[in-house]
Structure formats: structure tokens, C-alpha cells
């Protein structure tokens, strides 16, 4: 019912190391205020050394707020930060970093053209004129083995999964010898089996005596490794303590408050209304943009009113299939069918105008302007609903997104606001929003509730559910297996650019799909 | 309590984030020009000169007399186009750097429509001002297609082929076309009257005027009203996403380049039609150039960058007074316009970027 994963729930221990008395950081009526939002409302937490403290909340909750007061990013207005039992006044990161203080940031902060060892070196370096490589290197070593963060330090950025680019960033972050580890939404960016990797890194750091703040929207993460939670909603501490004195609805209700808390997840009604044929990829073999080949002969088919999965770790081409069907990049073979049409030699434009959507792999990059309003980024849609005439009638980009907003599954952010000022999650919900219209009748969705809080993830599995239901046809990338078992008539199972496999609605094994999404080990 | 305020900005934006851009950038402005002349006036200072005299000359021969503010609208006509022509692709989220290259090739395929191609003395100027669009656009075009067919950077290809233009230029007028009755001048043949530019009434501002106040009026309306203009931005904002959304990013990019480039040959066209009345080697003063600056300063916004021509347009008509009165180059004021241009890129920071 949550997002809580197998994976975690089997491997939650118990902490090894005692807390020590007293906290190694401490906060007393921290107030932070952008314009005229309170962001963070006279918080005051402890932290201890030993412990993970789980910082749990909704998106703009608060939490990332008060972690980068934490971290110097931001001052608070209001209230004091106290680091081992003296008061202090971080005017920037540089200055947590140099008391001890080390991040790891949601969105990462490597430089891609550059190796592990001269990100990490960035912020390790001593100080001298020559660039110590050996020895922040061998330190490098030292850690990949301590805590299980393997990585290659002659590897560029760029060539690095998402998962070893978290790794770095940790790398990173334990290169500067803090004893205090903030965790920005460490899971948001990660396949399944790289959470689990992550939480095992998590509590070795923890055994180890780092004070690790974890910052997190799932409750599954809270119970697989946290010692102590505070709960934030809307700014402001909710409550919070040990662990062990509370349970899921508990949290929940802290979260969410007690009426949302009692909501159950969407089921399908069961109602059908066939529209015309589905859309297909009939034994295509498909070259992405930047050359590699990464479909060989893929057979799939989504019928109307049926959502079909797909399971795979990123990276095995299911970015592909949406490229496929969309019509970027190149076919190399095979057949795209949308709406009984062959579609391989059209345009984007022509298959859009087939009723074709597409939820992008990052709505941020490839489906926002982020110059634009909300309601202008609205607008950019070429297909069915696109704007119809060659003149742009003001009145008609604010009727449009009117609309859009009455029928959001969640409320959206103002819509005169420059969508570039909003946070990722109101982005993505924007994204979303003019993707789940009226006028898509064929949807792919990587991954839609990515990052999302479980308001807005009920919201978008609840739309998913009544599209099936109105007759339209739906594939749905997820790297949730939760999700996708919650959800799919079908899961088709993806491995290095491959069908590995396909599990109808009733014999859904997820031990099974995990081995073949992994290539068939473990 | 805290809830309440939270929950407000679903409703409706912060009222500091709706009229403070606005009011910053107004006044971020007034202080990137008063601080660019005090600045220049320091310079002068240094220099033994008289630095708020010389500003207060300028003041005097540009704005503040009958003739300075018509030599100032003579001016809007090469910066104000020059300056759009790198406005329109900039909204495409292109750096056009080749507005000088571009001014040349309309203004020497505007001269062979007058003086080689025979076509009768009724069409001359029409067909010249299409022969400068097209010579100025087909330029631009060069340096679209690298961008669109090879990735080649168009800020270096536009720039690079500004030295070109000026060299096609010069091997006209010092040879197959240089005036073979005048004196050894790299000029052509005067043109025929009938190939002149008309001046307004009274002034001696030519039509040209015209065509830079529709060209302005035109990107208004397009950029604000049209659905090809909304694509355009959507282009320049996120072509990754204007991709997605079934918009051909190539067309987009080749045509707000092209006629970029077609507006920087109407300057050029209109230079030699109404001001020069030839084609002659280094027939633009930077003009390209200084409009590439007027867009920036402008923000690419037709408002902006007719403000911002006619301010390069005071300071260039001041300049002039500049030589005269207090004996200093003409060219010193470029000084003064580059450190406003830098104030303006300087000062290009988000400060008020709300975080959460």
C-alpha cells in the first residue's frame, strides 16, 4: 500500500553502536521564511552519533529546507544551530564542511566531464598548489571498502550509472572527515536493488559512529534502517523519537494527517470502454541518439484498457521504448504501431496527433521550459490537444491551463509562476498534468510517480487506473515493483534491451522478476 | 497558522515575486547606466579630461538638441535591425554574432540588384530591399545549416563569417566593381536616384525608419500572438522538450536565424540606399556588432532592444560631439557602452530564486 519494497523490509537490523549521551547537533526554534511561505516553523531536533534520524515528510514539507540550514546553504531567520554543545553560524557550506558536516544532495553535484578522483579531489584537496591524487586515491580506497562503495576512481562521471553516482557523491561527502552525514532523498534516483545496496551502506556508516540524518518520503527506508524519526508537515514538527514507538499508520497519520492517512490506494472499478486498436512495437531493434543499440527485437503490445508493465533497472532500453514509440531516434527494424497504424516512418508531430502522450524519464530536462509560466508550459503539447490555430490568443493559453488545472489529479502550482522558480516535484507535476489529458489515448509513463509524495502518488495511480478503465491503452515504466504489480494487467520484464520474460495479472512472482530484471543471478 | 500561508501559494503567487522582477530589473538597469557613466567619466578623469564635462556634452549634442535626436533616429535604423537580428534567434536560443557579416551581404546583393542586375528603374529599390533580405538571410543560412547538419557552433561560424562578408566585400568594390570613372577608391558607382532611400518630410531620417519600427512591431506580435512565435520561445527555453512535443527544432532554428539575417541585410540595404548612396569597403562602423549589444541589453525584447538602440544611439551621436568639443576619438564612448553591456551581464543573476 506504501511504496515500502520486498527488498527492505527483509533487511532492517538493529543498530550495533550505543547512541552516546549527549546530541552532536542540535537545533532550538529554527524558523526559515521565503517571501511569504514559513518553510521551516521553529523546528528544534536532536542528532546523535550511532543513529540514522529519519527526517520524514511530504514534498514541501520542510525537509530539505532544514537540511540545508544544516549545511550552511541557506541561514535561518530564527532560532540556533548547536554543534557539539557550542552554538555556530554557518555562512556557507564551506563552513559546515570544515566543522564537520557532510551532504549528500538529491540532485547530484558531479561534474561529468570529469573522473571520480578529480570530483572527489574538488573537495578534498588539502590546500597546497599540487593535487594530492595519491593520497586522496588511497583514501578513496580505504572507504569503497570499508562502507561497500565500489567504484572505479579512474571511471569519468559520465559513464557512471545513477547508482555509482550516488556512490561518488557518499565518496564525496566522507572525503571531507565529517562525523555528521545529511542524506537528501537518497532512494528517489534508484533502482530496487540499488536501495537495498544503499541501505546496507547506510547502516555500516551508522555502526561505524556517524550521526547519519536521513532525509525520506518512504516509510519503508524509515523501518529498514533508522534508529529515530521526526515527522515534518508543512514546516513544522509533527513528532517524533525512537523508532520502536511507532508504527506505519502512526507515521502516517503524523504525515499526512489522520483523514488522508486513513485513504486507501485506487483500485480499478472494473468498468471497460474500448476505444480503437492500442500501439505496439512489433520486432524492433532501435538505435538510440547517441548510437548505441539499445532494443534487439522487441515484441510488445498494449491493448486498449490494459496497462502493461515494464520491469527493468535503469538502463536496460526502457528509456528506448518511449524514444521508439515517440519517434526520436533511430528504427533499425521492425514496426511501430499506434492505433492500428504503422507509424515507423512518421513524425513525432503525426504520432502525437494519434493521441499519443509521453510521461518523461525526467520531466525537468525533456518536458519543461522552465522560462515559461506554468500555464505557457502548459500550452507545449503537439498533439490532439495542441494549440490549433496559427495565432496565439492569450485568452486561450489561460483557458487551456484553467482547464488543465480543474482536471489535475493534484493541485497545481500558481499558474502565472515561472516554472523555472518552482521546485522539482511541482515541475514534474505540471509535466504531468498536461501529459494525463483528455486527449491521450495512448500513454507511455516512465516512472510517473518518481519523487512524488504519497498524496500525489495515489493521485496519479488513481488517473492511471481510470484511463484503463475509459478504454485507453497505457505502458507503464516503473522502477517500483510495488507499483507495477499495484497497477499492470501485464509485466513484461526488460534486461539489456531484451524481452526477459512476461508475468500476467495473476502470476506475478516479484523474486522471479527481480532475477531476470538483474540478468538472471541472485 | 503556518498551514494557511503554505497552503496560499496554490492560490496565488507571492505578490513580491509578481512585481518585483519588474521593479528590479527597472532599476538594476538605471543603476548599470548611471554606474557605466560615472565609470567612464572616472576614465576621462584619468586621462586629464574633464570626464562629467564630456558627459554633459554629450547630453547637450544628443538628446537635448533638434539635431542630435534626428541623427539619433538615422542611428536606430542599422542598430535597431542589427539588434534584432540577433534578438530573433536568440529567442530560438541562438547566439547570433554574425549581424556585421550579414549587414555586408545585404547591402552587396542590394548593390548588384541596382547597379548589375538591369532590372527597371521603377523596381530598383523593392527589388533591392528583397535582394538585401535574401543576401543577409542566405548568409545567416550558411551559418544555420552548420549548426543544424553538423552541430558547428553558430556563435564562432556566425562570427567568423563576419571576416568573410567584409573580404567578399572588399574584392567587389577594389575590383570587378569599383566605379571605373571616379578616383581610385575602393567604392562603386554612385547609385542611380531612383535607388535612393527617401527621407522622411522635412528630416533627414530616411524610410528606413520604417522598416526598423515594423520590424520591431512585427516581433511583438509574432513572439507575443502567434503560435509560431510561442514555438520559437519553446525552442529556445528547451529544445529537448519542444522536440518531444512535435515542434521541428531544425525549421525553427534555420528560420530564426535566416531571417535574423535577412533583417541585418535590410541594414545593410538600407545604409547603402539611404546613407551612403554606393557600396564602399568598410561600409558598417561596427554596426553589427553594437546591435549585438543593443539585444542583450534590450533582453531580446522588441521594447527592450528599441530602448536600448536608441541608448547606443545617444551615446554613439554624443560621441561624435565628443571629438569636437573636448578633442577626444569618437571612439572613446565605446568604452562607455561596453561597461554598461558588462554592468547588464554582470548583474544577469537570479537573486531572488526561492528555494524549498
Keep these: ?522 | 497558522m503556518a498551514a494557511f500561508r503554505i497552503s496560499s501559494t496554490w492560490t496565488q503567487a507571492p505578490l513580491i515575486e509578481r512585481i518585483l522582477p519588474t521593479a528590479v530589473s527597472f532599476g538594476r538597469f538605471t543603476l548599470v547606466l548611471v554606474g557605466g557613466m560615472v565609470i567612464f567619466a572616472l576614465i576621462l578623469l584619468i586621462d586629464g579630461h574633464n570626464g562629467f564635462e564630456a558627459l554633459r556634452s554629450m547630453y547637450d549634442n544628443s538628446i537635448a538638441s533638434e539635431f542630435g535626436r534626428q541623427e539619433i533616429l538615422v542611428k536606430l535604423i542599422p542598430f535597431g535591425l542589427c539588434a534584432a537580428a540577433t534578438a530573433i534567434p536568440a529567442r530560438a536560443g541562438l547566439i547570433n554574432v554574425g549581424g556585421e557579416g550579414q549587414f555586408y551581404m545585404g547591402a552587396w546583393a542590394a548593390t548588384w540588384v541596382i547597379l548589375f542586375s538591369g532590372a527597371p528603374t521603377a523596381l530598383l529599390l523593392p527589388l533591392a530591399f528583397v535582394a538585401g533580405a535574401a543576401g543577409g538571410g542566405a548568409w545567416a543560412g550558411i551559418t544555420a545549416l552548420l549548426r543544424i547538419k553538423g552541430n558547428v557552433n553558430e556563435a564562432i561560424s556566425s562570427l567568423l563569417l563576419n571576416f568573410v562578408a567584409i573580404q567578399v566585400v572588399n574584392y567587389f568594390v577594389y575590383g570587378p566593381w569599383r566605379d571605373p570613372e571616379g578616383p581610385a577608391w575602393p567604392y562603386t558607382s554612385i547609385f542611380p536616384s531612383a535607388a535612393e532611400l527617401p527621407v522622411i518630410y522635412g528630416s533627414r531620417v530616411t524610410a528606413g525608419l520604417f522598416i526598423v519600427l515594423a520590424v520591431f512591431v512585427a516581433m511583438f506580435l509574432v513572439f507575443k500572438f502567434t503560435r509560431v512565435g510561442f514555438r520559437t520561445r519553446v525552442v529556445g527555453g528547451n529544445a529537448e522538450a519542444a522536440e518531444r512535443s512535435g515542434i521541428s527544432v531544425g525549421k525553427y532554428l534555420f528560420w530564426s536565424l535566416a531571417i535574423g539575417g535577412a533583417v541585418a541585410g535590410l541594414a545593410g540595404m538600407a545604409e547603402v540606399t539611404g546613407i551612403q548612396g554606393r557600396l564602399r569597403s568598410g561600409i558598417s562602423i561596427q554596426y553589427g556588432y553594437i546591435g549585438f549589444l543593443a539585444s542583450w541589453l534590450g533582453g531580446h525584447s522588441a521594447w527592450g532592444i528599441c530602448l536600448a538602440a536608441l541608448l547606443f544611439g545617444a551615446i554613439s551621436v554624443g560621441g561624435d560631439s565628443l571629438q569636437i568639443g573636448a578633442g577626444l576619438p569618437a571612439s572613446s564612448v565605446n568604452i562607455l557602452m561596453s561597461l554598461i553591456l558588462f554592468g547588464v551581464l554582470a548583474s544577469r543573476r537570479n537573486i531572488w530564486k526561492v528555494g524549498g
Excluded at chain 1, 533487511?11 to 547537533?25: F, N
Excluded at chain 1, 593535487?131 to 572507504?143: A, P, V
Excluded at chain 1, 528509456?319 to 515507423?344: F, N, P, R
Design chain 1, 1 to 522: 500500500m506504501t511504496t515500502t519494497n520486498v527488498a527492505i523490509e527483509s533487511i532492517a537490523t538493529e543498530p550495533e553502536v550505543e547512541p552516546s549521551q549527549a546530541p552532536v547537533l542540535s537545533v532550538r526554534g529554527l524558523t526559515k521564511r521565503f517571501a511569504d511561505v514559513l518553510a521551516a516553523d521553529n523546528l528544534s531536533l536532536d542528532f546523535y552519533r550511532g543513529e540514522v534520524h529519519a527526517i520524514l515528510g511530504e514534498n514541501g514539507a520542510g525537509k530539505s529546507t532544514l537540511v540545508k540550514m544544516l549545511y550552511g546553504f541557506y541561514q535561518n531567520d530564527e532560532g540556533e544551530i548547536i554543534l557539539d554543545g557550542e552554538p555556530v553560524d554557518f555562512r556557507s557550506p564551506a563552513d559546515a564542511r570544515d566543522r564537520g558536516i557532510g551532504m549528500v544532495f538529491q540532485n547530484f553535484t558531479l561534474i561529468p566531464a570529469l573522473t571520480v578522483l578529480e570530483n572527489i579531489a574538488l573537495v578534498a584537496e588539502t590546500g597546497g598548489f599540487r593535487l594530492d591524487f595519491s593520497g586522496i586515491s588511497k583514501r578513496i580506497t580505504e572507504l569503497s571498502a570499508r562502507y561497500g562503495l565500489e567504484v572505479n576512481p579512474k571511471a569519468y562521471v559520465r559513464d557512471l550509472s545513477i547508482g555509482e553516482q550516488q556512490r561518488v557523491e557518499i565518496l564525496k561527502a566522507l572525503a571531507t572527515h565529517p562525523s555528521i552525514l545529511i542524506l537528501d532523498e537518497p532512494t528517489s534516483v534508484l533502482a530496487p536493488h540499488e536501495v537495498a545496496a544503499l541501505l546496507d551502506i547506510i547502516r555500516k556508516l551508522r555502526d561505524d559512529g556517524f550521526a547519519v540524518i536521513l532525509i525520506t518520503h518512504k516509510l519503508g527506508e524509515v523501518f529498514a534502517c533508522a534508529n529515530r524519526v521526526s515527522v515534518l508537515r508543512r514546516g513544522a514538527l509533527t513528532g517524533g523519537g525512537m523508532l520502536v514507538d511507532f508504527d506505519q499508520r502512526s507515521l502516517l497519520a503524523l504525515m499526512l494527517g489522520e483523514h488522508a492517512a486513513t485513504e486507501e490506494d485506487p483500485e480499478t472499478s472494473g468498468a471497460r470502454n474500448l476505444l480503437d486498436n492500442g500501439f505496439a512495437l512489433q520486432n524492433v531493434t532501435f538505435k538510440a541518439d547517441d548510437g548505441r543499440v539499445t532494443l534487439r527485437a522487441i515484441d510488445i503490445e498494449v491493448a486498449c484498457g490494459e496497462i502493461v508493465g515494464i520491469a527493468a533497472v535503469s538502463g536496460n532500453g526502457q528509456a528506448s521504448l518511449a524514444e521508439a514509440l515517440l519517434g526520436t531516434g533511430e528504427i533499425l527494424e521492425g514496426k511501430v504501431v499506434i492505433g492500428g497504424e504503422d507509424v515507423t516512418r512518421r513524425s513525432v508531430s503525426a504520432r502525437l496527433g494519434l493521441g499519443l502522450s509521453i510521461i518523461p524519464e525526467d520531466p525537468i530536462r525533456d518536458g519543461s521550459v522552465p522560462d515559461m509560466t506554468v500555464r505557457e508550459n502548459i500550452s507545449i503539447d503537439g498533439g490532439r490537444g495542441g494549440l490549433k490555430s496559427w495565432v496565439l490568443r492569450p485568452a486561450e493559453v489561460v483557458r487551456r491551463a484553467l482547464v488543465a488545472s480543474e482536471r489535475s489529479p493534484f493541485p497545481l502550482p500558481v499558474l502565472t509562476r515561472r516554472l523555472g522558480s518552482l521546485s522539482g516535484g511541482n515541475i514534474q507535476r505540471v509535466v504531468l498534468a498536461r501529459e494525463l489529458n483528455e486527449h491521450c489515448t495512448h500513454l507511455v509513463a516512465y516512472y510517473p510517480t518518481r519523487g512524488l509524495d504519497l498524496t500525489s502518488t495515489r493521485a496519479v495511480r488513481r488517473r492511471l487506473l481510470d484511463f484503463k478503465d475509459k478504454g485507453r491503452a497505457i505502458l507503464l515504466i516503473s522502477e517500483d515493483l510495488d507499483e507495477l504489480r499495484a497497477l499492470c494487467d501485464r509485466i513484461v520484464v526488460l534486461h539489456e534491451g531484451e524481452v526477459k520474460g512476461t508475468f500476467g495479472r495473476d502470476d506475478i512472482d516479484l523474486m522471479e522478476i527481480g532475477r531476470l530484471m538483474t540478468g538472471g543471478h541472485g
